[in-house]
């Protein structure tokens, strides 16, 4: 008999355009983009995320954002809470720093798209993880580029579990 605890992991998917991106996109980047992306996985009763204050969790759509828009089944994992929470304190004093955080290169969505390997073996939607290529790909993204790469996007309801902005 199998004793092995299984976990449900879920992606939650929030467009941070509110949907301006569906209608703005064409005119401004001259190509579709449905909307601008910002994931977080939940997983044993918690919806963890990563911004510009490190790894943050909440209970599931607990942040300012509300519910998610779309709501992914990843599958499940046999890995123990335990040991989720010591490879996020991992992540969260290395590569998951807040001083880490690069909107283009390094966010939310590679966040995700880690965790959701680590505990499924499973990748986050490309069409998530490829719209910053996509934004950068036109001339107005290239031109607004230096602006956007100053943004840090931390949704404000979650407590910081460590690896803050000044380690």
Avoid at 31 to 57: N, R
Avoid at 75 to 83: A, N, R, W
Avoid at 153 to 163: L, Q
């Amino acid at each position: 008999m199998d004793n092995t605890t299984r976990h449900n992991i879920q992606l939650y998917i929030y467009d941070l355009s509110r949907g301006m991106a569906r209608n703005l996109s064409p005119i401004m980047l001259g190509k579709q983009l449905d909307g601008i992306w910002h994931t977080a996985i939940v997983a044993y009763g918690e919806e963890f995320f990563f911004g510009g204050e490190g790894i943050s969790s909440c209970p599931p759509g607990g942040t300012m954002l509300g519910p998610p828009d779309t709501v992914v089944d990843l599958g499940e994992t046999e890995v123990t809470e335990e040991i989720f929470m010591e490879y996020l304190s991992s992540l969260g004093e290395s590569t998951y720093r807040g001083d880490r955080y690069r909107l283009f290169e390094h966010n939310c969505n590679t966040f995700s798209n880690e965790v959701a390997q680590f505990l499924t073996g499973r990748n986050i939607p490309s069409y998530i993880t490829d719209l910053p290529s996509e934004v950068l790909s036109t001339p107005f993204g290239q031109m607004l580029r230096p602006i956007l790469d100053s943004i840090h996007i931390a949704p404000p309801g979650g407590h910081v579990i460590n690896g803050g902005r000044n380690m």
